[in-house]
């Protein structure tokens, strides 16, 4: 029994941090398009920008299990399955992706317009101003939205328990729904869920607190 | 040589057009201390912020040190706004950075070695007083010492031109003093220009050597300081000035009061070296009753003014201003 609860924590904690590193890394650069390219913005193409947040909100629409079973072929062809705790990183990244973009997006954009003129009275070109004012300046910002966006991870990965994506999820809805004499078990995987988005919530927030010089 | 001829600069939002600049032409000299003195509203922050083009004039053009900056292309502007430090009101520093980086910025931009960056740093943190600051964060500093951090990086990069955009409005009277000491020092040392917007005279007053003063996009008056203070021509230059001295009692002295003649003189440092008015009273048949007098020490001289009335004869009266018009002190009658 307790292989069983160490096994699914050992799943989930799998499938949140590859998912939250390959929604980060389509986020991220995504986000900073939105904020780059608006108009007015430091590097304007309004068209484009107009396109980008249009696929971003039907991204954001499509509810996750959904989307689960809309993505089985891609999995497929990327895992080589299409269910599964690895197959299931797949649409939990392309379903945190579009999130990850809007918060990277509001981070920046709590940036003082001044500093990023200040950059550009220096003559700052459009690289340089991302890497020494747009990124540190949102750092803590980001920060706090990356812990968002695992906890949002980890409650899209209790659901793809439901379509076979393995992890604590899957046995808190196999014991919660179909063994009646054994619903404890349950509840200990719920119990243990909880314990991890504490632990993300509290970690984020130290991090935060600590390289946030404002 | 910095030459601004006929920019325009309209906004347009909504269809409805809005002329912040209007054919304003000013010739700012290399190392002048150049004011651009206007109340909110008047585009004198715009007007600070074409010269780098942070803002796209319109029409006109400007030449800054022989460059015709308006024809730049994107990357060559970029390069050239290296050489023009710009200093804001809200200082702009960035504030998840320490005060050493925050000096370092334009020296990491240049892609300079660790240790020579290291080196400058130093040398400007000594030389605005804030050695002992270099690993604080902004969020440490009082808003003077904030402004030194953001002086300091402006001029990391040895700039010929220093544009200051109100670079003492939020900063309380002694801290835009010391803030002012310090800008003249760099311009004297550096040999740098300065172009500083602002809406108080004092700071024009302390350290500028010209001034134009705009009104609704327009440059109304411009001239050397001293002219300026001597012998204001518009109201709004007359209202500046009163705002920095005791002309404000202009207002409270009401010719009808007073059986005389109400003038106004002003004059230069060197003219108040000599006994004008007494002089006057010995030469002509009149009587002379002192109501207010100031001197305003400007950055290169001083300026006077006194209001007197005068009592007697109206030919005697005539007479004795046309006496101080010769002796360089400029009259005006109060009415």
Same mark, same amino acid.
Request: proline share 3%.
């Given at each position: 029994?307790?292989?069983?609860?160490?096994?699914?924590?050992?799943?989930?904690?799998?499938?949140?941090?590859?998912?939250?590193?390959?929604?980060?890394?389509?986020?991220?650069?995504?986000?900073?398009?939105?904020?780059?390219?608006?108009?007015?913005?430091?590097?304007?193409?309004?068209?484009?920008?107009?396109?980008?947040?249009?696929?971003?909100?039907?991204?954001?629409?499509?509810?996750?299990?959904?989307?689960?079973?809309?993505?089985?072929?891609?999995?497929?062809?990327?895992?080589?399955?299409?269910?599964?705790?690895?197959?299931?990183?797949?649409?939990?990244?392309?379903?945190?992706?579009?999130?990850?973009?809007?918060?990277?997006?509001?981070?920046?954009?709590?940036?003082?317009?001044?500093?990023?003129?200040?950059?550009?009275?220096?003559?700052?070109?459009?690289?340089?101003?991302?890497?020494?004012?747009?990124?540190?300046?949102?750092?803590?910002?980001?920060?706090?939205?990356?812990? &968002?966006?695992?906890?949002?991870?980890?409650?899209?990965?209790?659901?793809?328990?439901?379509?076979?994506?393995?992890?604590?999820?899957?046995?808190?809805?196999?014991?919660?729904?179909?063994?009646?004499?054994?619903?404890?078990?349950?509840?200990?995987?719920?119990?243990?869920?909880?314990?991890?988005?504490?632990?993300?919530?509290?970690?984020?927030? #130290?991090?935060?607190?600590?390289?946030?010089?404002? | 040589?910095?030459?601004?001829?006929?920019?325009?600069?309209?906004?347009?939002?909504?269809?409805?057009?809005?002329?912040?600049?209007?054919?304003?032409?000013? $010739?700012? $000299?290399?190392?002048?201390?150049?004011?651009?003195?206007?109340?909110?509203?008047?585009?004198?922050?715009? *007007?600070?912020?074409? *010269?780098? #083009?942070?803002?796209?004039?319109?029409?006109?053009?400007?030449?800054?040190?022989?460059?015709?900056?308006?024809?730049?292309?994107?990357?060559?502007?970029?390069?050239? #706004?290296?050489?023009?430090?710009?200093?804001?009101?809200?200082?702009?520093?960035?504030?998840?950075?320490?005060?050493?980086?925050?000096?370092?910025?334009?020296?990491?931009?240049?892609?300079? /070695?660790?240790?020579?960056?290291?080196?400058?740093?130093?040398?400007?943190?000594?030389?605005?007083? &804030?050695?002992?600051?270099?690993?604080?964060?902004?969020?440490?500093?009082?808003?003077?010492?904030?402004?030194?951090?953001?002086?300091?990086?402006?001029?990391?990069?040895?700039?010929?031109?220093?544009?200051?955009?109100?670079?003492?409005?939020?900063?309380?009277?002694?801290?835009?003093?010391?803030?002012? /000491?310090?800008?003249? #020092?760099?311009?004297?040392?550096?040999?740098?220009?300065?172009?500083?917007?602002?809406?108080?005279?004092?700071?024009?007053?302390?350290?500028?050597?010209?001034?134009?003063?705009?009104?609704?996009?327009?440059?109304?008056?411009?001239?050397?300081?001293?002219?300026?203070?001597? $012998?204001?021509?518009?109201?709004?230059?007359?209202?500046?000035?009163?705002?920095? $001295?005791?002309?404000?009692?202009?207002?409270?002295?009401?010719?009808?009061?007073?059986?005389?003649?109400?003038?106004?003189?002003?004059?230069?440092?060197?003219?108040?070296?000599?006994?004008?008015?007494?002089?006057?009273?010995?030469?002509?048949?009149?009587?002379?009753?002192?109501?207010?007098?100031?001197?305003?020490?400007?950055?290169?001289?001083?300026?006077?003014?006194?209001?007197? /009335?005068?009592?007697?004869?109206?030919?005697?009266?005539?007479?004795?201003?046309?006496?101080?018009?010769?002796?360089?002190?400029?009259?005006?009658?109060?009415?």
């Amino acid at each position: 029994m307790k292989d069983l609860f160490l096994e699914g924590t050992i799943e989930t904690l799998y499938m949140v941090s590859l998912s939250t590193i390959f929604s980060l890394l389509m986020g991220f650069p995504l986000g900073l398009l939105l904020v780059l390219t608006e108009k007015g913005g430091i590097w304007p193409k309004p068209q484009f920008n107009k396109v980008l947040d249009g696929v971003i909100n039907v991204l954001r629409s499509i509810p996750f299990i959904i989307l689960m079973i809309l993505v089985f072929p891609l999995s497929n062809l990327i895992v080589q399955k299409s269910i599964g705790t690895t197959a299931t990183i797949v649409p939990l990244s392309i379903a945190a992706a579009p999130f990850v973009a809007r918060i990277m997006e509001t981070s920046i954009r709590e940036i003082d317009r001044g500093v990023i003129e200040m950059s550009q009275s220096l003559g700052s070109s459009v690289g340089e101003i991302i890497k020494y004012i747009l990124i540190p300046e949102a750092l803590p910002s980001i920060v706090s939205g990356i812990t &968002l966006v695992i906890i949002n991870i980890i409650g899209y990965s209790a659901m793809a328990g439901a379509l076979g994506g393995g992890g604590l999820g899957d046995i808190a809805i196999r014991f919660g729904l179909y063994k009646s004499g054994e619903k404890h078990n349950m509840y200990i995987a719920l119990i243990i869920i909880i314990l991890l988005v504490q632990s993300v919530q509290f970690i984020g927030n #130290r991090i935060m607190f600590k390289i946030d010089k404002k | 040589m910095i030459k601004i001829e006929n920019l325009n600069k309209v906004f347009e939002t909504g269809g409805i057009k809005f002329e912040a600049i209007k054919d304003v032409n000013l $010739n700012i $000299n290399d190392k002048d201390i150049y004011g651009i003195i206007g109340l909110s509203g008047a585009g004198k922050s715009t *007007l600070i912020r074409c *010269l780098n #083009r942070l803002e796209e004039p319109t029409s006109g053009s400007i030449s800054i040190e022989g460059v015709d900056i308006l024809s730049l292309g994107k990357e060559e502007l970029r390069l050239f #706004r290296k050489k023009i430090g710009m200093i804001f009101q809200d200082f702009n520093l960035l504030k998840q950075k320490t005060v050493y980086d925050n000096v370092a910025l334009p020296l990491y931009l240049e892609k300079m /070695e660790t240790k020579k960056i290291k080196e400058k740093v130093d040398l400007l943190l000594d030389y605005v007083g &804030l050695k002992d600051k270099k690993n604080s964060y902004p969020s440490e500093l009082s808003g003077g010492q904030k402004q030194r951090v953001a002086i300091a990086r402006a001029i990391a990069n040895d700039p010929k031109v220093l544009l200051s955009d109100e670079a003492t409005s939020s900063l309380d009277p002694q801290t835009t003093v010391s803030i002012l /000491e310090l800008l003249k #020092r760099i311009q004297g040392e550096l040999g740098i220009t300065i172009i500083m917007i602002t809406h108080q005279m004092e700071v024009v007053k302390q350290i500028c050597n010209k001034v134009a003063i705009m009104d609704g996009g327009v440059v109304i008056e411009e001239n050397t300081v001293e002219n300026v203070f001597n $012998n204001p021509k518009t109201t709004l230059a007359k209202s500046f000035i009163g705002s920095v $001295n005791t002309l404000a009692e202009e207002e409270i002295i009401n010719p009808n009061d007073f059986k005389g003649k109400l003038i106004r003189l002003g004059y230069l440092g060197e003219s108040s070296n000599n006994p004008i008015v007494s002089q006057m009273i010995k030469n002509f048949q009149i009587e002379v009753n002192i109501l207010s007098g100031s001197i305003d020490k400007l950055q290169s001289t001083s300026v006077g003014h006194l209001i007197l /009335e005068l009592i007697g004869e109206e030919s005697e009266i005539e007479k004795s201003m046309d006496f101080l018009k010769q002796k360089n002190v400029t009259v005006e009658v109060i009415e």
